[in-house]
């Protein structure tokens, strides 16, 4: 069945939060979820910011199973009868005695000793919950104007039409220069100076003879990756093993959704 993966954007030293709407029902982190009290629209989403108030939400289409749906319900179930036998803590009481404070103090490290194994037992519950999140199987998507999200093959199925020449590169140092005449970057191997790989060169050219070129460095594809993969933070996957053929895929898809907007914008 459909389910939508939904990561928050924050900025680098925030943990984003990452949850599942399925059906109408929300698995996963739900702080968000329930401070925009359950939305059932998934275009809330694709407008909806964050903790940081400029940073929004990435929304992916994927399949999930009726029994991966039943665990993430019996797991949530768990969480929920796990969280009712914390002990709440003695919170901080200005103007005490000294003795008072140790008598505070010494009231919460009991309180502590009752309450660590449902700390436990939470973060193992949560990590259930996250395994089964990543597992699931994320198409390589990408959203136009903050609304339509469309797949890669519907990308190049919509742009074969308008293309004669599409080509993207290796680049190596001193193969990618800006070319001031062009007004942008472009693309010469045998100004090649050394085998260090510096990034990827993307050229397309339109059927009415219109270049369209993009240089992207290995270090912009690193961050894009760290900010929106959850295999290249956890050092899985196609990122790994092939992770030319990912950002090859990611300049593709800055190209094509550049020529499309001009088209339609026409």
Known sequence: MKAYIIESTEYKHNTPSVFVFVNGEYFGDLVYPTRDKMPQDINHWRTATCADSDRWFHVTETEITEEQVSELRRLHKELDENSKHFVPYTPYRPGLTKQEEEEDLMENMC????????????????????????????????????????????????????????????????????????????????????????????????????????????????????????????????????????????????????????????
């Open 111 to 266: 309180r502590d000793e009752i309450n660590r194994p449902h700390f436990r037992k939470e973060s193992e519950l949560r990590a259930s919950i996250e395994e089964i999140i990543n597992s699931l199987n994320v198409k390589q998507e990408i959203v136009v104007h903050n609304m339509r999200y469309v797949t890669l093959k519907e990308l190049e199925d919509q742009a074969r039409p308008y293309l004669i020449d599409f080509k993207i590169l290796v680049a190596h140092r001193g193969e990618v220069y800006y070319d001031e005449i062009a007004g942008g970057y472009s693309f010469d191997s045998n100004r090649r100076i050394s085998n260090e790989k510096i990034g990827y060169y993307g050229f397309l050219t339109t059927k009415d003879f219109i270049p369209y070129s993009k240089f992207l460095s290995v270090e912009e594809f690193q961050e894009h990756a760290k900010k929106y993969s959850r295999d290249y933070r956890n050092k899985q996957g196609l990122y790994y093993t092939n992770f030319d053929r990912m950002a090859f895929n990611h300049l593709k898809r800055i190209l094509l959704v550049e020529l499309l907007l001009d088209i339609k914008a026409q």
